[in-house]
């Protein structure tokens, strides 16, 4: 008898362990902490996948001419009276600008 008691028992620990278990998984999925995606048309999706490999391609042909400039120009910059003066942050923010993100397009507009 008491063999049957304990199978009994470890019949109930199952079901409240299962039913302890859906909960938590029921709980989980009913609240949602993440912020609601602005849907983007599907042509803006379109336009991001197609255009960004000549995204790539341009901002590099951009930056590459964008240094082929700027280097000379940093030279020229330190044989003057302040080197390190506007002109080099004009150089500085025109690379940064030039040869920095974004590089991948995004379909929405952010």
Do not use: W
Not at 25 to 42: D, F, K, N
């Amino acid at each position: 008898m008491q063999g049957r008691s304990i199978m009994q028992g470890c019949g109930i620990m199952r079901i409240k362990a299962l039913a302890l278990l859906l909960a938590v998984v029921l709980g989980g999925c009913a609240s949602s902490t993440a912020p609601p995606v602005a849907e983007s048309p599907a042509g803006n999706t379109a336009v991001a996948v197609i255009g960004t490999p000549f995204l790539l391609v341009f901002k590099t042909a951009t930056c590459a001419l964008t240094l082929a400039v700027a280097a000379p120009a940093a030279g020229i910059l330190a044989l003057g009276v302040d080197p390190y003066g506007e002109g080099y942050d004009y150089l500085g923010s025109g690379v940064a600008h030039n040869c920095g993100p974004p590089y991948v397009l995004s379909p929405t507009a952010s």
